[in-house]
């Protein structure tokens, strides 16, 4: 089991910019997948982005396609999502997750999480 702590949230203007972080206490190996999901009140946890630890392969909702960046750091055994030109409704609680295999955009496939970092973007 791979522990996931998210940081880098906070309260922002629309077209800012944030960088969240998620950190793994435990190894990741190269045939898992990483993603961020996103869930804001009253509603389901949705895919944002997901990469390919080995490969660094990125996929991307189309919702956050050219405005989110989703890398790795293998040293530091951290996936990071940038967030750029934010929009009020990308406020939610955002989740990274490790996938059971490869990539994936359904939360049935991922077997650990995060506790989530909340991001607010105001108009």
């Known amino acids: 089991q791979v522990q996931l702590v998210e940081s880098g949230g906070g309260s922002v203007q629309a077209g800012d910019s944030l960088r969240l972080s998620c950190a793994a206490s435990g190894r990741i190996y190269s045939s898992h997948g990483m993603g961020w999901f996103r869930q804001g009140p009253g509603n389901e946890r949705k895919f944002v982005a997901a990469i390919r630890w080995g490969t660094g392969r990125t996929y991307y909702a189309d919702s956050v396609k050219g405005r989110f960046t989703i890398s790795r750091d293998g040293a530091k055994n951290t996936v990071y999502l940038q967030m750029n030109s934010l929009k009020p409704e990308d406020t939610a609680v955002y989740y990274c997750?490790?996938?059971?295999?490869?990539?994936?955009?359904?939360?049935?496939?991922?077997?650990?999480w995060g506790l989530g970092t909340p991001v607010t973007v105001s108009s």
């Open positions: 997750a490790r996938a059971r295999g490869g990539y994936s955009e359904l939360v049935a496939e991922y077997a650990d």
